[in-house]
T-cell receptor, first 112, second 112 residues
Framework: EDQVTQSPEALRLQEGESSSLNCSYT??????LFWYRQDPGKGPEFLFTLYSAGEEKEKERLKATLTKKESFLHITAPKPEDSATYLCAVQGAETSYDKVIFGPGTSLSVIP | GAVVSQHPSWVICKSGTSVKIECRSLDFQATTMFWYRQFPKQSLMLMAT?????????EQGVEKDKFLINHASLTLSTLTVTSAHPEDSSFYICSAGGYGYTFGSGTRLTVV
């Protein structure tokens, strides 16, 4: 059964203090791994899709990397506006087309 | 980019009544849409996959007679919560698209 876990559950950073969020997954044939940002009371906002081990993608202060068992979302010099919940999701080869499994998320707070 | 519009943003209804939530893809056609439910501080749980022109596929444990899904066109899917009860109070979110799914802004349902 496909599974996704994320750590830590919550993270508090000082503004400018870089860190990484972890997403560990178990899936039969990874078709894609997704990172989303979710603000309170809003739907998730798409950040990245990673398809194969070794792949990296960047967007502003965020960088996502992927190995065969986990993905990291690196946040460099975060700002208060980066505060949100970050969700990881995977799509496995054995799931029906387009269906994804979400992890529990990491709640990030960036303190000025 | 792809935009998914979800209405209403919030709704309060009396116990025993029905509520309809709409999910529209504004600038693309979506043969498949997904409906999620999210409890406070928890991740997204897939409820059902909505397929245009055919019956929805429900996840295990989701009552299909309670959560009616209709996907009558390539741009519109609706979720109707029938005979709502307080335990149905939750945040409901739809999504559409292929890789890098686009999410609606969510609907906060409160049943009193």
């Amino acid at each position: 059964e496909d599974q996704v876990t994320q750590s830590p559950e919550a993270l508090r950073l000082q503004e400018g203090e870089s860190s990484s969020l972890n997403c560990s997954y178990t899936v039969s044939g990874l078709r894609g791994l997704f990172w989303y940002r979710q603000d309170p009371g809003k739907g998730p906002e798409f950040l990245f899709t990673l398809y194969s081990a070794g792949e990296e993608k960047e967007k502003e202060r965020l960088k996502a990397t992927l190995t065969k068992k986990e993905s990291f979302l690196h946040i460099t010099a975060p700002k208060p506006e980066d505060s949100a919940t970050y969700l990881c999701a995977v799509q496995g080869a054995e799931t029906s087309y387009d269906k994804v499994i979400f992890g529990p998320g990491t709640s990030l707070s960036v303190i000025p | 980019g792809a935009v998914v519009s979800q209405h209403p943003s919030w709704v309060i209804c009396k116990s025993g009544t029905s509520v309809k939530i709409e999910c529209r893809s504004l600038d693309f056609q979506a043969t498949t849409m997904f409906w999620y439910r999210q409890f406070p501080k928890q991740s997204l749980m897939l409820m059902a996959t909505s397929n245009e022109g055919s019956k929805a596929t429900y996840e295990q444990g989701v009552e299909k007679d309670k959560f009616l899904i209709n996907h009558a066109s390539l741009t519109l899917s609706t979720l109707t919560v029938t005979s709502a009860h307080p335990e149905d109070s939750s945040f409901y979110i739809c999504s559409a698209g292929g890789y890098g799914y686009t999410f609606g802004s969510g609907t906060r349902l409160t049943v009193v």
